[in-house]
């Protein structure tokens, strides 16, 4: 059984890994520079960011304008923050 213990080499290669696929899948953030670590989960439209706070949401909308929420689990995430939030509103046509 391989060893699961995380490592600051892991953690980067998983990230690297992350910026390679979200290249060939033609995410629009893989050209942004990380700036803040707290941002790092936007980087990729299939990972999963988790929890996100409220300037993340909006952040992560931003970043992923031209990605749709049936694809991109950053953007869809954001959404379902912003909705529960109630600092966006979707057209009553828009699934929830």
């Known amino acids: ?3 699961k213990k995380l ?3 892991r953690i980067e290669e998983r990230l690297e890994r992350e910026k ?3 290249r060939d899948i033609g995410c629009p953030t893989t050209e942004l520079p990380t700036v803040d670590n707290s941002y790092t989960p ?3 439209c299939r990972a ?3 929890p996100m706070t409220t300037e993340q949401a909006h952040l992560a909308m931003q970043v992923h304008l031209e ?9 869809r995430r954001a959404r379902c ?3 529960k939030e109630r600092r966006m509103v979707l057209d ?5």
Do not use: H, I, N, Q
């Open 1 to 3: 059984m391989p060893d």
């Open 7 to 9: 490592t600051v080499e």
């Open 20 to 22: 390679r696929l979200a």
């Open 42 to 44: 936007v980087w990729s």
């Open 48 to 50: 999963d960011p988790g």
């Open 67 to 75: 990605c749709s929420v049936d694809r991109c689990r950053v953007r």
């Open 81 to 83: 923050k912003l909705v």
């Open 92 to 96: 009553e046509r828009a699934e929830p």
